[in-house]
């Protein structure tokens, strides 16, 4: 008894054993499975990192040549290493940073070569006792004084890493002098094996399959636009019609989430604007492309992106106003919100296509009109006596917070406009219009000068449309709008050239 | 007359020429002076950073020691380099990132080690001709692999350098390997060099005034809730006393604009938050203290920003509703606005003396009952009812929006409490009251699990407070809160202990 009982317990453990290792083996299955679809999905996500992490590979293998060729080692030897590893630091995923790198590195261990061998010149003189010191005292304050100029704004933004190899090569060079006599031959071959790994970067980027930062702030900057558009010709409708059909199960709304993204893009779209500038001219890109105007653009969009947060808390509200308020102003506010949502999308097809945003006009000048039939209206007490004021606090916040919307649409038109002209967009140019109106030109230059200052007071443009001769925006040519939106619009989209 | 004329001529010349070296001269010296005020605010807004930069000094003369003394430079050589260049890459400005980098550089540097001596095996079985074939292939293998893994987020958010020090290292290690012989040296000695290096950057940035990523974002996410509440206070002065005397000079307002850092704060509380986890306990920080929930601190505070932002434009609007309306519910509205704004400041407050934040719940209950009062107002009716629609629509807006900001108050203020209760607060324990009321606990659960979502859908909850039955606050301990109040208030706030 005593004996099969245990051979029982045995089997139970054993079977209880293999269950739980069987679990193991399956729960490892599924993450390995896991991990590769994900593995997979990043890279169908964005096909060019396969791309870049092969181009690395390339360039390394390249670099290390090298080694393996003998008379290339002959003249390099060891310092061959400099050159793998700047490959390995300077390469990155835009030509713009790749380059950024390459010439900060190259131009820094330039200067701290030359400054590196003065440095010793000048120890040397103080004899074999004092040179470490006065070594040492050198290396502290570059030291020093470089790390603190990293914290200086500007140099921070482009020059960081080139003041951190100007410390680098500095600190290597000179106390490599204290036992290396051959210095210069030293720092010349540090600068050579750094200009060719550096280059070598350059050139693969630039040549394979490049990857332009520049590109990609311009249609990161479209696609910001086009995001809100997508939300704002939805609004309407939606925040209408769930009035009429509460309690609908949620279909796909996932154009109502998109511009979520556009809350916190903004460190993404500043570090893509500082690789830009690096660039040379690629594509339809110019070397001096305004890129700093894409920050504004941006910054602008954002700013509406936070109105359109606030706007997109009133569709789930659980009081939603009194239906009959909802249906009287339910036509000027999806026209409000359709309107401005299409004045957006055409002015992400303008940055897109690079033309000249004149199709953007006539949607604004709807919303605008749009948003004065909505004054009219609120003014001319049509309303029952009887109404419930708290009834009317959603529904009014909601047409407020259109009006801004319809606000921000137009600054951000007008940044467009400006992008446009300063980086001479195609289309109808504005010299043949200007003659007769010269006042929008004068606009634009105004909101050149204050562009900084209307991007913190974007807000308080709020509400100015209800008293009309205000407004500086009446002088828009509204008789051109058509021609140019036929225009824009027969354009074939041109596709990017580069990938 | 032509002499004398000829040298007028070259006086006027000079003197136009000296003129323009005067101006020269003195553009310089404003240049000049500039930069160095530049110099002064930058090391006066931070002194942090003067330390920091004679701490980075400080570790490479130290490290500089392996050249200058002769029997460390016996036992190392050349490697010494080695140690020279990962204290300048390595030390960064707080302990969490130099912890981060230096951990990272160092299982690099061993992993990679180890894999590039096996693959050097490998590569001389395959004879002279096909060892540098070979290695090629490796090099280009896991360079690319790794170049790729770099983008998996969560790779690129805590192992980024590991991966590109892995590539360096293999690289550097399998390709010497074809020269050098002795690779298991060279490996050896590259690994302790940079153990040595990374050793010192830790000691120094840990010993002496030691910069905290988690302290500064403690801090960061206690200031953004207070520059946020400081608006709050301010807000409904601002917006009432405005209908009264318009046209005044605009004084300091500078309360009214601090929010607006919060709004794109993100980027460097991800960055503060992921530095810190690498970081020891220090001061009233454990070792794993909840730094993602101070991220969602952070987020939710940033929801609430976008409000206030929103809000904010109704300060300086052209229409600004009709006086006897904004004086019928002015009082209700400044009283939302302020106690809230206290809510938050008490928020802040508990969030850096570290205490449980139950000051805040009186000013919570406040504010919300201040919502009803409105809500109240709104119905009663005591409109007349000749009134202008329009004119109510930017009163009703901020009403609005204000409601939205009670709401946002709360869901911080519940986050605040959960962080409060994950990091062990000081102050009286919830579990002396939970006997009687266990369901604050419970609806902390159910905001953990959901706290995702709930800082997207923070919007959901505007408005809800009218019904006032389906709010679940109405359970808040509002009786316990002035003896918490007197504790926290008579609590002396602590200094930062580290520097």
Redesign the interface.
Known sequence: MDLECASQVKQGLFARGWSRVKALAKNFKTKVFDFFS??KK??QEDPR??V???K???A??LV?LF??YQPL?DSFG?SA?WA??TV??VFEFSVGATLGKGVNRGIATLLAGVLAVGAHKVAILSGRIGE?IV??FF???Q???S??AR??PKMKARYDYGL?IF??TF??IS??G??DDDLLELAHKRLSTVLIGGSTCVVISILLFPVWAGQDLHNLIASNIEKLAHFLEGFGDEYFKMAEQEGESKDDKSFLQGY?SV??S??NEDALANFARWEPGHGRFQFRHPWKQYQKVGALT??CA??I??L???L????QGKPEIRTKIQETCTKMSLESGKALKELGLAIKTMTKPFAADTHIENSKSAAKNL?SL??S?L?D??M???E???V??V???LI?VVNCTEEIAESVRELASMANFQGIKTSSVSPEKPKPDHQIQAVKSNSDEAI?????F???I??GE?SSHDQEPEDSSPTMNNITSSRPSPRTAEV
């Open positions: 994900n593995v990043l890279g990192r396969v870049h992490s092969l690395v590979g390339l390394l293998t290390s080694y393996y080692y060891v290493m793998v590893m390995v630091v470490p070594l040492g290396v502290f304050i030291a020093a004084v790390t603190f914290f200086y951190l410390i680098l600190s290597l106390v490599s204290y036992r979520k809350l916190n903004k460190s954002r700013h936070y109105r947060e606030s997109s808390g009133y789930n509200a659980d009081i004054n609120l003014k007490g309303w006596d009887e419930d004021l708290l009317i606090v959603p009014a916040t047409a407020s917070l801004d913190l007071n974007c807000s308080s709020i509400i100015t209800g008293d205000s």
